[in-house]
């Protein structure tokens, strides 16, 4: 089956996949043959189920995305008078369905998943969901900063998390809260400080909405809606805000052997945090705007214009479709 051989092939390359060797691993990618989109779709298969499985390696899985997606071939349109089908094309439909997923998804099993399981199991299951979920916030963030994603998609993917355009006592489940703090720790910097006024707009409107829900109350109580920690975690986006979106995190993330070689020597003066900016996109991005060879061509692709997603007439698809 040739769909399974190019799985193989493609899966045995990511799962070499490093910081340091990433421009090896984006050309035997590129050295698969493709013949279709349906050879396109399993490539793309393969990339977003380890970026969801392994999100300390997100940013380096959308830097293989940045550099594979203007030398993927494309493809004509299934119905005439479409766009045609490009790598960039069928992925933002990927994150759409995993977007839509996680939306629909309260995180509880199925009384078939449930079965014959004890509750550590079915606790593990929970919090292999919901990290699914985060991961896919990151990794969408990861792709808004490479400019592959434009900031009205993002606005609009925030907006409908926080329930923005509904009445006012709708409340978010605590795990979507959960993804829209990871989504703005992930690019708060970048579209709160970009060019795209609908950016700024909408990180405002979020930030007052997590505010009214970390003050709203459950009916006839004084208990808060959410929980301890979920209430802590809208204080750090608001404090990071505050400040710039700057943080400390202590997040696991890769690394190259030369950052790991520093963190090395530099055991037992801190406590290993790392303040960082908050959503800041990628070094190279920034020396190649200003006139540096680094990484591959953007033209096309600029925060403005988004991704333009293979057409699905069967059903609206906000908030991805651009209008």
């Known amino acids: 089956d040739r769909g399974a051989k190019i799985k193989a092939t493609a899966l045995s390359h990511l799962n070499k996949i490093a910081p340091e060797n990433l421009m090896t691993i984006v050309e035997r990618v590129l050295e698969i ?36 997606h203007e030398r993927m071939p494309e493809f004509p349109a299934r119905e005439e008078g479409g766009k045609p089908l490009t790598f960039k094309a069928i992925l933002v439909n990927v ?21 014959g399981k004890d509750r550590e199991e079915i606790d593990f299951l929970i ?13 969408i963030g990861n792709l808004f900063l490479r400019n592959l994603l434009g900031a009205k998609i993002i606005a609009n993917i925030i907006k409908s998390l926080a329930k923005c355009s509904e009445e006012a006592n709708a409340v978010p489940s605590e795990h979507i809260v959960e993804c829209i703090c990871e ?54 986006v608001i404090d990071a805000r505050a400040k710039g979106w700057q943080r400390k995190t202590f997040k696991a993330a890769a690394k190259t052997k030369d950052e790991v070689r520093e963190e090395a020597e530099n055991a037992g003066v801190d406590d290993g945090g790392k303040v960082v900016i908050a959503g800041q996109k990628p070094a190279y991005l920034d020396e190649k705007a200003s006139g ?6 953007a033209s096309g692709s600029g925060a403005g214009s988004g991704w333009q997603e293979v057409a699905k007439p069967s059903r609206p698809r906000p908030p991805f479709a651009r209008r």
Not at 44 to 66: F, R
Not at 127 to 139: D, G, I
Not at 201 to 224: E, F
């Open 292 to 297: 540096s060879s680094m990484g591959p061509s």
């Open 183 to 236: 989504l703005l720790f992930s690019i708060g910097w970048e579209l709160d400080n970009g060019k795209s006024p609908i950016g700024r707009d909408a990180v405002q409107q979020v930030c007052g909405r997590l505010m009214d829900l970390k003050r709203q109350k459950r009916p006839g109580t004084r208990q808060g809606v959410f929980s301890n920690r979920i209430n802590f975690l809208i204080q750090d």
């Open 95 to 115: 994150c759409q369905d995993e977007f839509e997923a996680m939306t629909q998804d309260t995180l509880e099993l199925t009384e078939e998943e449930r079965e």
């Open 33 to 68: 043959e493709i013949r279709s989109v349906d050879d396109l779709e399993v490539i793309i298969g393969v990339v977003m189920k380890k970026a969801l499985a392994e999100p300390h390696y997100s940013s380096t899985y959308s830097d293989l995305v940045y550099k594979l």
């Open 127 to 139: 919090s292999q969901k919901k990290s699914r979920c985060l991961a896919n916030m990151r990794f």
